[in-house]
DNA sequence: CTGGGGAGGGGGCCC
DNA sequence: AGGGCCCCCTCCCCA
């Protein structure tokens, strides 16, 4: 048999005479016979034979067996389960929510085994294969995004901000802030660069890997149907990505830490340059229109519109809103404070924390409440505290290190102005403007004690972070 | 040990 | 669609 001979060459080849009985077991014959059989449905798919499932995307037809989509789609399987009594009729389904493209890589998937991603088409087949609830599908693309986040790194990447801080004094005790967009310790790359551009996600199919669906009544349609799966895979995400405490997280939130796409920290200073700036900006840029949707389905009426992330089961009402969300994925914190270096994913966050930290009305001493001037008082950091000691505290509690505004501040004002300047950085993966791209000239909100203008600069990360490793 | 307050993070939603 | 505001939550520090 044709098969068993196949099995054969699976033997080491070195050693053609010798025997190996031990592998020509049982399972060795399943999988292979899996596999031979898999091959000969995709073959009737592509010549059309046997097809009794039409699916139309976009207006593009794909013919197909329901018995394999059955099998690999928990969508197709409530969708079919509810006409399987009139199987006579070839079934139909019909999808605008992804594009032709990505059917095709998922249906080539299910009948393959090969799952074709790249960093172009990767979260249009996620979310596509959310949508689909073709959870290993799911699971190969996270990991896909993950291994190209390299978010992998970001222990590492919290080693650097601590060395960065510690060079700068600020640092103290355990909690480390994010000061820094890189690492000296990264773990190396699990893509290659070529890897990123295009992969060919070679998934075994082994008979661990079922195609046999669970029992229709596993398969709620609400939107729990995603939970375990998506909790699993969040599980899965979060296991492979160590998760820096953090302050402000609620835990029944899923999140991927604070390692941003700036902060990533690529061993490859090629691949990062090339790659570190465009990651989350790039799986923006690739949203689909209808990341995902939930809601309960019907054959007679859309499911409601709401967009669902791909790393968890939250969902949105706006694909604004997803992007900001995703930030708490990707780790993507576009705005440093320049005062500080202390990176926020949002902008409102970041005015906050300066008006907080470096631009209060009335700069009160921590310690002994004192009122304290730009003069008689410094920002101090301790751990992930941010506060100001007058002089007198600072010698009496020999805080030996440097103040924030010793070096961040005083250069930056220096740079900007002669006044006293409040710089809030906003990251721009082009980069191509150093000049302040937007000021506030609001003087009421402007502090007594500082009397500066508040400027918000675009930054460019990826030179900044060259700039950093090169020091 | 505990409660209060500050700082930071995230979601909802309005403009 | 983006910016911004409000609210709530968590974490941390301190009295």
Redesign the pocket.
Known sequence: MEMVCEIGTNRPSGEPGRQYPQRWSRVDITTSHQSSLLKQLDQQRRQELFCDCNVLVEGHLFKSHRNVLFGSSGYFRMLLSQGAKHCTEPASASFDVFSPETFTVILDFVYSGLLELSSSNVIEVMSAASYLQMNDVIAYCKDFIKSSLEISAKEDDDRYLCLSDSSMGHER???V??TGPCSLNAQPTIWAEDDIQSKEYQVDISPDVTLLPPSPAQQPIMVETELEPDQDMQHQFTTLVPER???????????AG?STASDESPIDLQVAASHSAQKADEL?ATLP?IVGVVGVFSKDSNPSMRFK?PF?T????????L???L??HTGE?PYP?QA?N????????????FE??HQ?RKLVC??CKRHVTDLSGRVVC??????RLCSICIQETGYSGMTLEDEEVGQQQHAATDEPGLLLG?DEAEGESQDPSWV?TDDDDLAEDSGADLIIQEVDDSDEELDEKQD
């Open positions: 005790g355990g909690d802030e994010q405490r953090r302050r402000g997280a609620p835990k029944r939130k899923a999140s604070r923006y229109t992330c968890c939250h969902t949105v009402k706006r694909k604004a809103d992007k900001r969300h930030r708490c914190r404070c500080c202390k990176r926020f994913t949002r902008l409102e966050h970041l005015r906050s924390h907080t930290i209060a921590r310690k301790e751990g992930s505290r941010r506060y906003v506030i």
